[in-house]
């Protein structure tokens, strides 16, 4: 998958299973964002794959297969397979086999090989070694940079030193971009310039914060001071950032304006797991321990208007697995594990 560490533990995307878990938060009003609410019609679900299997699935860049980590038989190899969208319940067919992580449109791969992080052009097998040790790279969104981060000393992680560095995809012009305590990489900017920072930039600061670093000017922006920050998103156009906030004033779901300097966070009315449908539409499911079924919902942060997509219901397979879903990159459909029968499938949105 598009992810950045070694081995299966790294296929999933951006990471908020265990805050999935959560309860409903909040309610419009100051401080929030409120909407006006469509209910959903009905929607099919199409099931992709069979045998309980297929976790951590994603999209091909053209969206025309959804891909995913198996072994669909004991002599076959462990790695990523995937199914045509317009073929459901097809043979699976093998894309790698390795877990990755891949850059975004599936060109480069990245593996450890004899304690070196090495780059692989898929088209024509050239390889590259990235001088990191051995370390979990994350591709940038264009696939011309790799990002990693060294961390050092056994210290606390909320003091911990961890030093930023960045490279070619080639490994080459591998230099130290940031030093933070308590954090270091949070995430790439759509556009591939900006790197998101999470930490305290020195052991004395009072608070952590969350920047953008400019990655060919050197300048940071600060974006928001946190006491715990997780899942932190930036919208495929680049105006907006959902992130999760716990801490002691205040915790949720928040949304902030990337394209207002002085913009005032914004909390929602829900808490749960979330994923961009494009560049001002967030989908999201609340949690509702005991409920049916799982609900999907859509905000759209332009006009200021939510949606309820598709309904919890008993007999539904719309019941995530593990956060285990993903969108198309169009935005028109939904893949996901269901926690039903454990296998994929697949919904065309609203």
Not at 121 to 135: E, F, H, K, M, Y
Request: charge should be positive; aromatic fraction near 10%; include cysteine.
């Amino acid at each position: 998958m598009i992810g950045a560490c070694w081995g299966l533990s790294c296929l999933g995307t951006a990471a908020l299973a265990a805050l999935c878990l959560a309860v409903i938060v909040g309610a419009p009003g100051q401080g929030h964002v409120a909407a006006g609410v469509d209910r959903p019609s009905g929607v099919a679900f199409v099931q992709l794959t069979t045998g309980r299997c297929c976790p951590n699935p994603f999209f091909s860049p053209d969206g025309a297969r959804v891909m995913f980590l198996d072994r669909p038989a004991p002599d076959a190899p462990a790695g990523i397979w995937s199914v045509a969208v317009d073929q459901p319940l097809s043979a699976p067919a093998l894309f790698a086999r390795r877990p990755g992580p891949f850059s975004r449109d599936l060109a480069l791969a990245a593996d450890l090989v004899g304690g070196q992080t090495i780059v692989e052009r898929l088209r024509d097998g050239a390889r590259w070694v990235i001088p990191n040790g051995g370390r979990p790279i994350v591709f940038s969104p264009d696939g011309r940079y790799v990002v990693w981060s060294v961390a050092q000393g056994i210290a606390n992680f909320d003091i911990r030193r961890v030093e930023v560095w960045l490279a070619n995809a080639d490994g080459s012009g591998a230099r130290r971009v940031a030093v933070r305590f308590g954090g270091g990489f949070a995430g790439w900017m759509p556009d591939g310039r900006g790197l998101l920072l999470s930490g305290r930039r020195s052991p004395q600061a009072p608070q952590a914060e969350l920047t953008l670093l400019d990655i060919a000017q050197g300048g940071e922006r600060t974006l928001l001071f946190y006491e715990r920050l997780l899942g932190p998103s930036a919208s495929p156009n680049g105006r907006w950032l959902a992130y999760i906030v716990t801490q002691a004033r205040e915790n949720g779901v928040f949304v902030l304006s990337l394209t207002r300097p002085s913009a005032t966070p914004q909390r929602l009315d829900f808490f749960g797991a979330y994923r961009w449908r494009d560049g001002d539409r967030l989908l999201y499911v609340p949690m509702a321990p005991g409920a049916a079924g799982d609900e999907l919902w859509q905000l759209d942060l332009a006009r200021g208007q939510k949606q309820q997509l598709i309904r919890a219901e008993a007999g539904s397979p719309f019941k995530i697995a593990n956060n285990d879903w993903a969108v198309s990159p169009d935005g028109s459909q939904l893949v996901f594990l269901s926690a039903r029968d454990r296998n994929l499938w697949l919904v065309k949105l609203p």
